[in-house]
């Protein structure tokens, strides 16, 4: 976990966050909880369902359309910048344990996580073994009976009934859209961070996390403002002791001062970003 939320724990687990499929709802998800410092890993069997798609023309960003290889490769390098781990392998069984669950590949993988991510959009049969019934629904097609997940079986935040397992697809008509499958990764993802800061115990008012840079000319007040701010969000009935409330303090300040950047930095920034945008152009194509 993220160095701001690391505490003393009876239970170690191998990743923080285990999230199943790596199309643009896992990887956007990924961007989130990897940024925000929790150790993420992205299984990704190869066969997202945006690999159906013969050119992706609706993406915000890419007037001229994009490439689905490039796309894939954009997504994949992201998510690894952000500090994902992306894994090509099939997840075959997420099962609980006495305190999270426990994800199994078909490669033979165990891995622990005290949260799962599903943002596979076919199937859902990994999750059979998590033995509730309601999770999947029977239909009639071409006369027959079958099963398939319970698309509405999550909340619009990803929550479900499993404490630490949320869903990002299949949900509704959500995944239908590349870019809308994204952003509701990020939702999914923010959910997952914010149940990881009450964990960690953060008072319930700065739970939520936002994931955005700021310009350095827009910061306001000195460190005492931002503790006075942090102070008077603490309940009085906050159960959390004094000591491990002023490291979250002091931590949270640090975090939100890290997003002011200078001029330089961001010229900096913007320079490096075209650079990596530029290694996944077809330069040839460009010059021609």
């Given at each position: ?30 961007v989130?909880?990897?940024?925000y410092?929790l ?48 894994v ?5 069984e997420v099962s ?8 199994t ?37 071409d006369?027959e ?15 479900t ?10 949900v ?28 960690a ?15 350095e ?16 969000r ?7 002791d ?24 961001i010229e ?7 650079e ?5 152009l ?7």
């Amino acid at each position: 976990m993220s160095s701001d939320d690391s505490q003393p724990s009876q239970t170690e687990f191998d990743r923080d966050v285990v999230i199943v499929g790596g199309g643009p709802a896992g990887c956007s998800a990924g961007v989130f909880t990897g940024r925000y410092g929790l150790d993420t890993v992205i299984f990704d069997r190869g066969r997202s369902s945006l690999r159906r798609c013969a050119h992706l023309e609706n993406y915000l960003g890419f007037p001229g359309g994009i490439d689905i290889d490039t796309l894939y490769d954009l997504m994949h390098d992201h998510a690894e910048e952000a500090g994902c781990e992306i894994v090509p392998d099939l997840v075959e069984e997420v099962s609980e344990s006495e305190t999270g669950f426990t994800v199994t590949t078909q490669d033979g993988r165990t891995v622990t996580t005290k949260r799962v991510v599903a943002a596979a959009r076919y199937g859902g049969e990994y999750l059979k073994p998590l033995g509730d019934d309601s999770m999947f629904i029977q239909y009639e097609h071409d006369g027959e009976e079958q099963e398939r997940f319970n698309r509405d079986y999550p909340d619009q935040d990803g929550r479900t009934p499993f404490d630490g397992l949320y869903v990002v697809a299949p949900v509704t008509d959500i995944n239908a859209q590349a870019i809308i499958s994204a952003g509701h990764g990020a939702r999914v993802a923010r959910t997952v961070i914010a149940d990881a800061r009450r964990d960690a115990g953060y008072p319930e008012a700065i739970a939520k996390h936002w994931d955005w840079m700021r310009r350095e000319a827009e910061l306001e007040g000195d460190r005492d403002d931002w503790r006075e701010w942090f102070d008077e969000r603490v309940p009085d009935d906050c159960d959390v002791d004094e000591e491990r409330l002023t490291e979250i303090r002091e931590a949270e300040i640090d975090r939100r001062l890290s997003t002011y950047l200078s001029d330089e930095e961001i010229e900096s920034r913007a320079e490096q970003a075209h650079e990596r945008l530029a290694e996944h152009l077809d330069i040839d194509a460009e010059s021609s």
